[in-house]
């Protein structure tokens, strides 16, 4: 049998916080008969978001066929969603049950050329995109592509998705940390790159990419052009690569603010040298198809050489999964105005990114309003980083600790904090130490997800919570 000290010293080391002990924990409590609110992961369909009727209308004809011929076809589903289905299946007659071309199927990833064209208002070659399943393997295939020698390193923010921490550590690749600029709006901070660069290249480190994630988790930040500008310059000074994760792309919510991505800002710098991985998903926006593991991976500026590297890659997992690849699909190519669908589509697309918007203030604005607590308003994502204060035990000074000790201490503060939220309100959040904060802050990671009347909910047991949890310490009990 094998044991634990046989397992991939490298697996061993991955941590995946959004998907750790606390979670486990309200499993357990949750089959205990415990209602537990579900704030710990950007799952929308799990926490009762609908799925879009025109996407699993098309999806279920694909996948059935010999629905397409049955009289009652006609009046269960709209002509469009009949004819779109009719359609895919011509452009891809061996079915969803067949392998499809390493890179995904040549009809889907022209349509993600054109989607991106619209997009950016500039040309998309499909024969640098690649379909997916969902953006994860996306990065990981980027990442395997980037990472040659045991001291390569990626630039990732912190905090950070542990995605990317969790790759690079199961790679055996190292991990240069960025902070993010919590005072200004979480951006990124070009003296900060500089730093963590220079630090990195001290200890050895030879720096081959950096990690943007564009708009932000856990941050729920929105990137200016202007920053995203200064990162490209920055990567082509120093000779990296750049992974955008842009899968939040269509969940932006400040008011002014719009998403702009590193591909257009790169075709209007001229930037030709600087190679650029681009990612997107049916997972996130309003579609929320986390299960079905559909995305897309676009690459800019990589020869012909390299980019057969990367299709061999794709050909070893032999391709990405068939209705993942139609999700996305669909995600690119959606109903228009004028098809019989399209009114539909726009009212539930609508109905969901409002309430979206409409959660994420009152999730920040509630929250704020808690004494000891921050949060920027979510511009973007589906997400709320929270900075707490804690008051220390008596005679406890972290800044005297050693760097590493210090983690711990903190580390373990946030995830006690995290654990009696669970036990005491049910509310599941993550612990910032399982994105990564700045020495000296307490944060947590929730999601605003959940029904408008579990956010209500939500925002007056945690300052119950936190009032009383924060007048324990202080009183030492
Ligand atoms: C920033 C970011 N990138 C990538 C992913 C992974 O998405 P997918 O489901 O497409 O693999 C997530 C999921 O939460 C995410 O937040």
Redesign the pocket.
């Given at each position: 049998m094998v044991k634990l000290s046989d397992v991939n010293s490298k697996l061993m080391k991955a941590h995946y916080a959004?998907r750790g002990k606390i979670v486990i924990r309200a499993h357990e409590l949750e089959t205990q008969g415990k209602k537990v609110i579900y704030c710990n992961?950007?799952?929308p369909q799990a926490l009762k978001q609908r799925p879009l009727t025109f996407l699993r209308q098309v999806l279920s004809l694909v996948e059935y066929p010999a629905l397409l011929d049955a009289p009652e076809t006609a009046k269960l589903f709209p002509a469009d969603a009949v004819k779109r289905a009719r359609m895919i299946l011509e452009k891809n007659p061996t079915g969803t049950g067949a392998y499809t071309h390493s890179a995904g199927m040549p009809f889907i990833r022209k349509a993600v050329a054109e989607f991106i064209q619209r997009r950016d208002g500039m040309p998309a070659d499909p024969n640098r995109i690649l379909l997916?399943?969902?953006?994860?393997?996306?990065?990981q295939s980027a990442l395997t592509l980037l990472l040659n020698k045991p001291n390569d390193g990626v630039m990732i923010p912190i905090p950070q998705?542990p995605?990317y921490s969790a790759t690079l550590a199961l790679y055996g690749a190292q991990q240069v940390n960025y902070f993010l600029d919590e005072r200004n709006r979480w951006e990124l901070n070009e003296a900060e790159l500089e730093r963590s660069i220079e630090a990195a290249k001290k200890n050895g480190v030879n720096t081959v990419a950096i990690a943007v994630?564009n708009p932000?988790?856990?941050t729920g930040a929105v990137l200016s052009r202007k920053n995203i500008g200064m990162v490209i310059r920055f990567a082509r000074k120093h000779g990296l690569a750049i992974l955008a994760?842009e899968?939040?792309q269509e969940n932006v919510y400040g008011q002014g603010l719009e998403f702009t991505s590193f591909a257009k800002v790169m075709h209007e710098l001229g930037e030709k040298d600087v190679t650029l991985f681009s990612?997107?998903?049916?997972?996130?926006g309003f579609l929320g198809e986390?299960g079905h593991?559909?995305?897309y991976l676009e690459i800019r500026n990589m020869s012909d050489d390299v980019y057969a590297e990367m299709i061999k890659l794709q050909s070893i997992g032999l391709c990405s999964n068939t209705d993942g690849q139609i999700v996305t699909y669909l995600m690119v190519e959606p109903p228009k105005p004028g098809d019989e669908s399209y009114e539909l589509y726009a009212k539930e697309r609508g109905a969901i990114l409002d309430d979206l918007k409409a959660k994420a203030e009152i999730l920040g604005r509630g929250l704020n309003e808690i004494e000891g607590m921050h949060t920027h308003i979510p511009e973007g994502?589906?997400?709320a980083f929270v900075r707490f204060d804690l008051p220390h035990p008596k005679g406890t000074d972290p800044a005297a600790m050693p760097p590493d000790e210090r983690l711990k201490y903190e580390a373990a503060r946030d995830n006690k904090y995290c654990l009696r939220l669970l036990e005491e309100t049910g509310i599941c959040v993550v612990p910032g130490s399982g994105f990564g904060q700045q020495p000296g802050t307490l944060h947590f990671r929730t999601t605003f997800l959940p029904p408008r009347e579990d956010i209500t909910a939500l925002v007056e047991k945690m300052k119950k919570f936190h009032v009383s949890y924060a007048e324990k310490l202080k009183s030492g009990v």
């Open positions: 959004v992961i950007g799952n997916t399943d969902g953006a994860s393997k996306g990065v998705y995605l994630i932000g988790n856990p994760d899968v939040y990612f997107h998903s049916v997972s996130k986390c593991r559909g995305g994502a589906m997400y």
